[in-house]
């Protein structure tokens, strides 16, 4: 049966290609989209994720971490109270203005916190100690800004809403969704900055002790702060990579692609296999004349699509690691985990039999008796 089965799908050689080319199509289609989509989400979420703080107090509705609301910073007083709590201090995540050299103005994300080595943000630096930050109008900025603000180096500065800062470290891996560059200010140096920001913190990062019961914590922290939301790292994490799914459309997008790929993949197997099934009509009647049932002949048709689901998801992935390090050039990161591409795996392989079905009405309506036919 195996071997039917391969000389059926092999017989024409241009059509195996052609079968091929619409696996691999969809797959590389599925692959680097998601991927590219996945990526993007990575970046929403790089910060939380990396930061030391175990419980996120935020303001009320606050919907991811780029976009926050004010509130009284006097409130991180009151989570310190809390029993359980090792340590907890605001932080301030604001967008400004920076002057370029050339004299343009573009956007930037500033994150402000009064310790950062505490909190592990930044957690790559290249420069002068975190502690310097707060020795002067002193700011680091985030390597990849130079795509938006051009190469800058340790020692230059930069003007923001009309003071002068030094450039004194260089972070990795510190980006945000919306593509703004991230940079890093002291906490007073930041509230100092913009009139709305005096007294007022956007998250308190929190620590628990070892032995904190954390469901605990957050219920004292809701009770004394009533007009905050808090959450875990995990939850705060996945809140705010579901606003950029839900609320922008990216998750509808995303999956329109994906019918597409898939869409595409199913009408270029289904015509390949119905084709060959048509084609072979005698061999399969040979097959049930000598005693073969319709079951025999499915399973023809399913290593046919096994065959057709291995080879073009092997030229598919293998196409989509090649774009890895070209999208990577752009700034854009294409994640391929382990569990995902084998999900695309499992998926091309039904993707496959599903398209195979539409041939297996056809052939179980041959009669045996064909084959004995002039």
């Known amino acids: 049966m195996v071997s039917l ?66 509130f009284a910073e006097t409130n991180v007083l009151r989570v310190r109270g809390v029993p359980g709590v090792a340590r907890a201090d605001n932080l301030i995540v604001q967008f400004m203005n920076i002057q370029l050299p050339s004299g343009a103005e573009e956007g930037s994300l500033v994150y402000a916190l009064e310790d950062f080595r505490a909190w592990n943000l930044p957690w790559k630096v290249e420069g ?47 980006v945000s969704f919306t593509t703004t560059p991230v940079v890093f200010m002291d906490f007073k140096t930041a509230q100092e900055q913009l009139q709305t920001l005096q007294g007022k913190a956007h998250y308190v990062l929190v620590r628990l002790q070892p032995e904190a019961d954390r469901d605990a914590v957050m219920a004292e922290i809701r009770r004394r702060l009533p007009y905050n ?65 319709n079951w025999d002949i499915y399973r023809i048709l399913g290593e046919q699509a096994l065959i057709a689901a291995l080879v073009g998801f092997t030229v598919g992935g293998a196409f989509s690691l090649g774009m890895r390090p070209l999208m990577a050039k752009l700034y854009l990161n294409v994640m391929l985990t382990p569990g995902f591409t084998a999900a695309v795996f499992a998926g091309t392989v039904l993707m496959c039999l599903g398209a195979a079905m539409l041939s297996f009405r056809r052939v179980a309506s041959i009669d045996p008796a064909l084959v004995f036919r002039a």
């Open 5 to 70: 089965a391969r000389k059926n799908l092999l017989h024409d050689r241009l059509r195996f290609v052609i079968t091929v080319s619409g696996v691999a199509f969809a797959v590389t289609l599925v692959l680097v989209q998601v991927g590219l989509f996945m990526g993007l989400l990575a970046k929403s979420t790089v910060t939380i994720e990396n930061a030391s703080a175990d419980i996120w107090v935020t303001s009320r509705e606050t919907p991811n971490v780029d976009f926050a609301h004010t």
């Open 128 to 174: 002068r100690p975190l502690e310097d930050l707060r020795r002067g109008n002193n700011i680091m900025m985030d390597a990849s800004a130079e795509r938006r603000y051009g190469p800058f180096a340790l020692g230059e500065y930069r003007e923001m809403l009309g003071r002068r800062f030094r450039i004194i470290g260089r972070t990795e891996g510190a």
């Open 229 to 293: 939301d808090v959450h875990t790292k995990e939850e705060w994490a996945r809140r705010s990579r579901a606003y950029w799914v839900v609320s922008t459309g990216l998750g509808m997008n995303m999956g329109i692609t994906v019918f597409l790929g898939v869409l595409v993949g199913i009408v270029v197997v289904a015509q390949t296999l119905y084709t060959s099934a048509v084609e072979h009509v005698k061999e399969f009647g040979t097959v049930k004349a000598i005693g073969g049932s």
